[in-house]
Nanobody, 124 residues
Framework: QVQLVESGGGLVQAGGSLRLSCVAS????????MGWFRQAPGKEREFVAG????????YYADSVKDRFTISGDYAKNTVYLQMNSLKPEDTAVYSC?????????????????WGQGTQVTVSS
């Protein structure tokens, strides 16, 4: 099992920045990719960003490319999501996820473990 704990959410004005953190514990040696997803009220969960846990390949949703950056500190088993130029439409619960093996890194169905989520609210 892998446990994931997110932190760093909050309320920010449009144009502002936040950095989310996700600390993984447990059987992290078997994780090959970690990702961030978000879900706004009344909407489906959507992919935000992902990072390969060995080679460091990164993936982004078009809606956040050039504004968000995913990175990992492998020694600390921690993944970060730096969010800049935030927009009201970025408001959602952001969840960290981890997977042993994925074919489609943007699909939430491919991930095995999930954190509890952290709320991000962007005011206009």
């Amino acid at each position: 099992q892998v446990q994931l704990v997110e932190s760093g959410g909050g309320l920010v004005q449009a144009g502002g920045s936040l950095r989310l953190s996700c600390v993984a514990s447990g059987r992290t040696f078997s994780v090959t990719i970690m990702g961030w997803f978000r879900q706004a009220p009344g909407k489906e969960r959507e992919f935000v960003a992902g990072i390969g846990w060995s080679g460091g390949s990164t993936y982004y949703a078009d809606s956040v490319k050039d504004r968000f950056t995913i990175s990992g500190d492998y020694a600390k088993n921690t993944v970060y999501l730096q969010m800049n130029s935030l927009k009201p439409e970025d408001t959602a619960v952001y969840s960290c996820a981890a997977a042993h093996r994925v074919i489609r890194p943007r699909s939430p169905d491919e991930y095995d473990y999930w954190g509890q989520g952290t709320q991000v609210t962007v005011s206009s």
